[in-house]
């Protein structure tokens, strides 16, 4: 996904005279935070339940090498198959790989935000398999090809002449003279329309709210029963889940479900929430013969043991951003790119890099709101004040931005020289990370690595192992 | 290999090495016990108010609710509901043991095939393995004795459900499905139901009837003598 997080403040001060934005800005920003009170009112032990969230994850945190190795032995018990996925690019591949392999040539896909992450659907797109997005929200922003505004209502931001008018621009085959006249009609077409998708689709792509090492299950939650649909009538079901999504038992699992309906959409309970495990065993009448578990980590491990773990426990509920006067004013694409709100501004910058991220932690009144509605208690303004402290030692100022800029469109001019440095540039990284697998210092970018380790490069460069990939796909 | 790049970076980050067989043991202890968590004590009540509960949830989320004295009244109760909701009586049913035995040639007007759902099938009839009452929420197991499809497929679903088996928390249900279930594997798919289908991303409004049923309705059999007064 393209990132515009660097221009932050324009793209604030747009959102900011966005007419549309601010009037589901205006609906949303109060709705969500009514529904999320009255559903905690409703249980007594909710601050309780806080607590154990918390420490739920903490423990599997703690011991996270321990419990992905124990998941992964049970889905592959199961009859699944775990694809262990360092980069977006491995994860990329992966799926690409399976859908390949099954023939496939469209593929469903239930919301997923590691999807967006990855950004996958570019990517099938342009190798030959067509995504189709089935959640609601998601299939109208495919239409509009826009990024979600929101990490569960994607498409908040959009009123109801925008659904109109992309329906009739895309559905060309329907009636040109036929009456939206409520809400109803716009979700009887998207069914009627997405229902002939899933039962021809090949592949069926989901995230996973949550994994369970005890019994190798993916676990997801939805209202619309797409992402059953999608994780049950094609013949292969690829789930894409990072690294932090695993928690040890279906008693853990549980616990953390009674906080993540609650301070999402303040319901009780989602309508639907699946626990899948493995292919379709022999005597099933339904249900994908392929089971595959893509598990990424682009840049969490690297988060493991830093200030920035406690991060690695969100369960997307959403509740941050819900809650936050900044995100309610400039909403969701002004953070420029998948994770916006207050779990977006300390998430970025660890993911893509705070040279790409650095002004959102700064996108923030410091209320703490986010704080005291988070369901496992991450402590997101002490993050966010991290992130500005780092930024700040790091005197990320323009000028060493500007320089460092030239230097790599230098390279990026000419190929043949940017192949050949990043190749040599490997080659030592590699060995100088061997020791310790993770580099400290990193020649040009002294001002990233005081902050963090850089994963150590396999002494190889992206070209090389793509071509050598290429190579054995020609050989066989 | 990226498995061992993974495990290798989040071990550098807690400091240490694969695990020391002592805590990996005390870890795979904890996995076998799967110890509870807090239960909200809306799971803790009497059982007359536990089914109670079920029911309010249930229809609170949207669910309509049939309740009958026995099993030999379900036909009936299922012939009713479609014949009150104009809906056309041709049903695709789970091939569950007890759907089968009832008495369905007492219901002429039902027309009924066994087996999952296809695109075309309009009503399904499902077997209810067990009713969480602490969010009104049925848990359907998939297997060959109730399909999967038959949760998504059909504009309306109906599950058939017995008051003995509504348990207070869904750390119960997982207990009966782990002494039930077979060989300590869960089936390939395990459903928490509550309520039919449902979306909010048209401008935050509630429009029931997204991708899967627009009806969900609970034929539910009061079997448990604790449950009466
Ligand atoms: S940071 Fe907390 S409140 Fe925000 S999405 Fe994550 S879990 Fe929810």
């Known amino acids: ?476 | 290999m990226s498995r061992d790049a993974i495990l290798g970076g989040i071990r550098r980050g807690l400091r240490r090495g694969p695990l020391p067989e002592d805590q990996a043991m005390a870890l795979r202890a904890r996995l076998a016990a799967h110890p509870r968590h807090l239960l909200p004590a809306r799971t803790r009540l009497p059982r007359p108010a536990l089914i109670e509960q079920f029911a309010g949830y249930l229809q609170r989320e949207f669910a309509t609710l049939a309740r009958v004295t026995a099993a030999g009244d379900v036909p009936g109760a299922v012939a009713d509901y479609l014949a009150a909701e104009n809906l056309a009586p041709v049903l695709v049913m789970a091939p569950h043991p007890a759907l089968r035995a009832l008495a369905w040639s007492q219901q002429p007007r039902l027309t009924i095939r066994e087996g999952r759902a296809e695109a075309t099938d309009v009503i399904g009839l499902q077997h209810g393995y067990a009713g969480v009452a602490e969010t009104g929420t049925l848990m359907l197991p998939g297997g060959p004795e109730r399909p999967t499809t038959l949760n998504l497929l059909c504009e309306t679903e109906i599950v058939v459900l017995r008051a003995s088996r509504i348990v207070g928390a869904y750390e119960e249900a997982w207990d009966l499905l782990r002494a039930e279930g077979g060989g300590g594997m869960l089936p390939r798919n395990v459903m928490f139901v509550t309520g039919p289908s449902r979306s909010a991303d048209i401008e935050s409004v509630l429009e029931l009837g997204a991708h899967g049923p627009r009806r969900l309705h609970v034929v539910l059999i009061e079997d448990d003598p604790a449950a009466r007064d």
């Open chain 1, 1 to 476: 996904m393209h990132v515009t997080s660097p221009q932050f403040k324009q793209n604030a001060d747009r959102a900011m005279a966005d007419v549309g934005l601010q009037t589901a800005l205006a609906r949303t920003q109060a709705g969500f935070p009514a529904r999320r009170a009255a559903a905690v009112a409703a249980l007594p032990e909710f601050e309780a339940l806080r607590e154990a969230g918390k420490q739920i994850k903490d423990h599997s945190l703690a011991h996270l090498d321990f419990y992905l190795d124990t998941f992964a032995a049970n889905v592959e018990r199961a009859g699944g198959r775990i694809h262990w996925c360092a980069t977006a690019e491995a994860a990329r591949d992966a799926a690409l790989a399976i859908c390949q392999e099954a023939g496939a040539r469209t593929a469903t896909k239930g919301k997923s935000m590691i999807s967006e992450e990855i950004g996958l659907n570019d990517f099938l797109a342009a190798n030959g398999v067509t995504p189709v997005e089935t959640d609601l929200g998601e299939y109208i922003l495919q239409l509009r090809h826009e990024p979600p505004s929101h990490i569960i209502a994607p498409a908040f931001h959009l009123n109801r002449a925008d659904w109109e008018a992309s329906f009739r621009a895309a559905h060309r085959d329907l009636p040109a003279d036929r009456v939206f006249s409520e809400r109803r009609d716009i979700l009887a077409e998207a069914r009627a329309r997405l229902r002939a998708q899933f039962l021809a689709a090949d592949v069926g792509i989901t995230g996973a709210n949550f994994l369970v090492a005890e019994t190798g299950s993916s676990v997801l939650v939805t209202n619309e029963g797409n992402g059953d649909l999608t994780q049950t009538l094609p013949r292969v079901h690829i789930v894409l889940a990072s690294i932090e999504k695993v928690v040890p038992t279906l008693e853990d699992a549980t616990t953390l479900l009674r906080l993540l309906a609650r301070s999402a959409t303040g319901q009780d309970a989602s309508v639907y929430t699946t626990f899948s495990t493995g292919a379709r065993r022999p005597a099933d009448p339904d249900g994908p013969a392929a089971y595959h578990v893509v598990l990424l980590d682009n840049g969490r491990s690297a988060m493991v043991g830093t200030e920035f773990q406690d991060m690695l426990r969100c369960i997307r509920c959403a509740a941050c951003m819900n809650h936050c006067p900044v995100y309610g004013t400039v909403g969701g694409h002004s953070y420029g790119w998948v994770y916006p709100g207050p779990m977006g501004s300390v998430l970025t910058p660890s993911l893509i890099g705070v040279d790409q991220a650095g002004q959102l932690p700064n996108a923030s009144t410091f209320c703490g709101k986010c704080e005291s509605v988070c369901p496992v208690k991450i402590p997101l303004p002490n993050l966010m004040r991290h992130w500005r402290e780092r930024e700040f030692e790091r005197h990320l100022t323009p000028a060493t931005l500007r320089r460092n800029l030239a230097l790599w469109a230098w390279f990026a001019r000419r190929p043949a020289a940017y192949r050949l440095a990043t190749r040599a540039g490997a080659a030592v990284l590699g060995i100088l990370g061997r020791r310790r697998g993770r580099l400290a210092y990193l020649p040009l970018a002294g001002g990233w690595t005081e902050g963090r380790d850089l994963p150590a490069p396999e002494g190889d460069t992206f070209f090389a192992r793509h071509a050598r990939a290429e190579r054995q796909r020609v050989g066989g």
